[in-house]
């Protein structure tokens, strides 16, 4: 079984980039800022439960690695750069650090958290994503989505944000999200921290200035962040040449 993906090749000499979207997202999400990079290889991936691969359904975290894994090799990519956000850059640093992923030149993870550190917070954050899980099972998604909006991650959003964003994840498989969301709980990941400072491959970090959230935790695991301004959580939505300007000046294109 292999994720669903939009590949857009260019010069066959560059690596691939791999974009992988954020909860409730698709491949869709990535492509005004991949669009920038016409040289480069491009895989826009629908992560299980979102877009084309609604219908996939995995475990937990390893066996997202492992079916990203065999996407990757349909597609015959030896070389290649995860670029991902939130959701996407956990499981981005994930699969960068707890498999065997040969290939792999760098992770650039923009707004995604490297792992709880105690269990008391491993609790709290399984029931909370437990009763959102229901919620998105049960309930209209137009109006689960009004409430996950006003968590304190997207203060920074407008309503006019908001109103957007919930028209436009709303047309979702609420059942196929729910599921997601349990198996790739930040409760359920494992803390990465260790294995971030011991890392071989290039790693990079970049948030919008307004996260304040994101912005400490690069803080305290010493990362060079690169601040995407005029943006929050979901800088690459809200300023993607921003983070395009920020991708150039890391990727060896």
Known sequence: MILHAVAERGDPKQPWLIFLHGFSGDHREWQPVGERFPQANRLYVDLPGHGGSADVRVANFAAMAEILKATLLSYNILNYWLVGY?????????????????????????????????????????RNDQQWAQRFAEQPLAEVFHAWYQQPVFASLTAAQRDALVSLRQHNDGRALAAMLLATSLAVQDDLRSSLRQRTFSFHYLCGERDLKFRAIAEELSLTCCIIRDAGHNAHRENPAGVADCLAQILPL
């Open 86 to 126: 939130s959701l996407g850059g956990r499981i981005a640093m994930h699969y960068a650090c707890c498999s065997r992923a040969e290939g792999l030149a760098g992770v650039i993870v923009e707004g995604g958290h490297p792992g709880l550190t105690h269990a008391e917070e491993r609790d709290q954050r399984l």
